[in-house]
């Protein structure tokens, strides 16, 4: 079964990547761009049953792993 | 307008990143993981008057900036 995982800071959290990637595109001749926020995505790969099964799988290693829920957010989409 | 980014490695590109994130699942007892690749993901807010227009302006972002269009692949949702 296929899984994306989609991991975003929590609003309010600094983002000063964003900021630079927000720079970099004011530099290029971008205009009117408001806020760029940067986040990270895994795809992952597992043997489940079902997608229930997997989707509290993938919560686990989120909690655990992927993301780290203090200053971040996650949602997961199964893909198939 | 809100529009997301989602960069992912092509396929064949090598994912160390992803690979030492799949041994730290296993080491953490997560079972039947086959594959885990990362990308990235880029939330921006922008001025334009068309979700046409903005998908036109950000494919110059991704191609000038966001990814590097050799080893990676972007996709792009317009939010709203």
Redesign the interface.
């Known amino acids: 079964m296929k899984a994306r995982v989609?991991v975003?800071l929590k609003n309010g959290v600094l983002d000063p990547q964003?900021k630079a990637?927000e720079g970099?595109?004011s530099a290029?001749g971008?205009?009117?761009?408001?806020?760029?926020?940067?986040?990270?995505?895994?795809?992952?790969?597992?043997?489940?049953q079902s997608a229930d099964e997997a989707k509290q799988?993938i919560t686990?290693?989120c909690e655990?792993?992927?993301a780290n829920t203090v200053i971040e957010n996650y949602s997961i989409d199964i893909l198939k």
Do not use: N, P
Request: hydrophobic share 55%.
């Open positions: 989609t975003t964003g990637i970099s595109l290029l971008f205009a009117g761009i408001a806020g760029v926020r940067q986040g990270k995505v895994f795809d992952l790969e597992l043997a489940a799988e686990k290693m655990q792993l992927l």
